[in-house]
């Protein structure tokens, strides 16, 4: 049986772990609302260009550039986002088990290359016998653009030289901020759109060619981006809901504890007064 | 027709200009081009320079980094990375 002071110090523990899970709820909130605005503003452009490219690529046809041939799967890299930091939830192994998920059903490949962002994909996967070509933690801050364009031709060069030949995203797409969805999503090559989609007549200067080559690096820069901005916005949502449960839980097992202690307390009050009328008794007769 | 057209400067992080402007001149890559309100469709890539946009009697000069240029009729989109005022 506990004693008083036992129980008291527990309510106290476990309001101060409440006091930081409300904080981090509070922060997780502030966080997503700036994440959501960053999305909002980055789908302009993102729009714009996939326009053009579409415009481009169906005029241009499938064979007019390397990154919109398909060349003999055999070869594929999964880029992997998560976040860097924990507490939030199942956000980052719904990411992991999508991820080994897609690994399992394409064990026949003859080869799977990892590109891990984020740190704890590289926590989870570094001792699980996979190759691991390239890891990189998110770092502090909103995601950038200059980032994703690092990442981005990174993973173009590398496809040009042929270490893989097909290239997926996963990642975790901002629904709202209590839902997110896991994405797998091809990066490369890049599905052409149908034929005659959208295509205006424009005079293209330099060339047509000149400007497809140019934009269809710049396109997996937007896409890589683009993942970024949600997966944070996820993070922040994920962590949001987890720590609001946190600190219903917490709620609940205060208001548990003090009804337990003021039990306790008023048990040891009634003792005592027994106590003293017994001692009262005792002493008249 | 119109003596204006619609100017949209857009990069990554936002959407920087949208306005009725009158005239603009941009650096493309094979030179600086100007554009009038019902210009021809005329898709381009930019290089990095000054652009300058005309709105009544202002006249606004902006620095942008390599990108593109989508005008069509009564519109023109400027695609670029950076932008320094």
Redesign the interface.
């Known amino acids: 049986m506990p004693n008083l002071r036992d129980i008291k110090r527990r309510i106290k523990s476990v309001k101060s772990t409440q006091q930081i899970t409300k904080a981090m709820k509070m922060v997780a909130a502030a966080k997503l609302k700036r994440a959501h605005d ?1 999305i909002t ?2 789908r ?3 729009q ?2 996939l326009d ?1 490219m579409n415009s481009l690529a169906s005029i241009a046809g499938h064979d007019a550039h390397p990154l919109l041939s398909k060349r003999g799967d055999n070869k594929i890299e999964l880029v992997i986002i998560t976040s860097d930091r924990g507490l939030c939830g199942g956000f980052n192994s719904n990411i992991v088990r999508a991820a080994e998920g897609f690994i399992a059903s394409n064990a026949g490949r003859s080869g799977i290359t990892l590109n891990l962002i984020g740190k704890k994909a590289k926590d989870y996967f570094k001792r699980r016998g996979l190759t691991i070509r390239q890891e990189r933690p998110l770092g502090s801050g909103r995601p ?2 200059s980032t ?2 690092e990442i981005a031709k990174e993973i173009v060069d590398s496809y040009t030289k042929e270490i893989f030949d097909e290239t997926y995203l996963v990642y975790s797409e901002f629904k709202s901020a209590l839902s997110q969805k896991t994405v797998m999503q091809r990066l490369l090559p890049i599905e052409p759109p149908k034929e005659g989609e959208g295509a ?7 060339s047509q060619e ?2 497809l080559a ?2 269809l690096p710049k396109h997996i820069e ?1 896409q890589t ?1 683009r993942a970024l901005l949600e997966s944070s916005a996820s993070e922040h949502g994920a962590r949001m809901a987890a720590m609001d449960s946190a600190t219903k839980n917490a709620k609940e097992m205060i208001e548990g504890l003090t009804l337990k202690y003021n039990r306790l307390r008023q048990a040891a009050i009634t003792k005592e007064l027994m106590e003293i009328i017994g001692g009262a008794e005792a002493l008249k007769g | 027709m119109a003596d204006t057209f619609l100017l ?1 400067i ?6 920087f200009l949208s306005e009725q402007v009158e005239e603009m001149t941009a650096p ?3 030179g600086e081009f100007g554009v009038l309100a019902g210009h ?6 930019l290089k990095e320079g000054e652009l300058t946009y005309k709105k009544g009697k202002d006249t606004k000069r902006i620095t942008i980094d390599a990108g ?1 240029a ?1 005008v ?1 009729h009564e519109k023109v ?1 400027i ?1 670029t ?1 950076n932008i320094k005022e």
Request: net charge negative; aromatic share 14%.
């Open positions: 960053d503003a980055a302009p452009y993102a714009k260009m053009i950038n653009y994703a364009a205006a007549e424009y005079i293209y200067e330099p000149a400007i140019d934009i937007v981006f | 949209e857009v990069t990554p992080t936002r959407l493309g890559s094979e021809a469709a005329f898709l381009t890539s593109y989508e069509i989109t695609l990375e």
